[in-house]
């Protein structure tokens, strides 16, 4: 049996997890961009990278979860695709 750790967390009231070798970093959530969609949490810079947040919460249920200053930000890892 394979063993994989994991980042569990709670999103839209459900409890969920990614693979913790996928997980580059967890960070603050930041502010909400104007006009963006509403799962769409922000689009920034990262080391001169794009990167989007998105609300998973949103996503997943209509019903909006209040965001705080401790609300984590889970930064995925880039995948890379192997083509035949």
Do not use: H, N
Not at 44 to 53: N, S
Not at 67 to 82: G, N
Request: charged share 20%.
């Amino acid at each position: 049996m394979v063993r994989r750790a994991l980042l569990a967390f709670v999103a839209a009231g459900r409890q969920l997890a990614l693979a913790l070798e996928d997980v580059q970093r967890v960070l603050p959530l930041p502010l909400p961009p104007v006009g963006a969609p509403t799962f769409v949490e922000r689009l920034f810079d990262f080391r001169g990278t794009p990167a989007a947040t998105l609300r998973i919460d949103r996503l997943l249920s209509p019903a909006d979860v209040r965001v705080t200053l401790y609300s984590p930000l889970v930064m995925l890892k880039p995948r890379r695709t192997v083509t035949p």
